[in-house]
């Protein structure tokens, strides 16, 4: 069984910062993609920032030069740098990972963490 744990959502202003990780965990053969999504109120689910196992990203337009994606592929864990936050960054991220377990290769999903940016 896989799991997918997320930390470091909280309540910030407008201009700070916040670091998100995602930890997984279970049997797990080879990490693929691992990414971040969000989704604010009203909104779909929108891609945030992805990154593969050898370190490429790609960021949605609205949070580049803002956010950092990384990850220690010893510790089966994203991150995501949140800067200069923006009330319209509220929304609750959640955690992605395409990866290859006992179920051969599958998409997982994190609970998901509330980040609220107010003004």
């Known amino acids: 069984q896989v799991q997918l744990v997320e930390s470091g959502g909280g309540l910030v202003q407008a201009g700070g910062s916040l670091r998100l990780s995602c930890a997984a965990s279970g049997s797990i053969f080879s990490l693929n993609v691992m990414g971040w999504y969000r989704r604010a109120p009203g909104k779909q689910r929108e891609l945030v920032a992805r990154?593969?196992?050898?370190?490429?990203?790609n960021y949605a337009d609205s949070v580049k030069g803002r956010f950092t994606i990384s990850r220690d592929n010893a510790k089966n864990t994203v991150y995501l740098q949140m800067t200069s936050l923006k009330p319209e960054d509220t929304a609750v991220y959640y955690c992605?990972?395409?990866?290859?377990?006992?179920?051969?290769?599958?998409?997982?999903w994190g609970q998901g963490t509330q980040v609220t940016v107010s003004s």
């Open positions: 992605n990972a395409f990866l290859y377990g006992s179920q051969g290769w599958n998409d997982y």
């Open positions: 990154i593969t196992s050898v370190g490429s990203t």
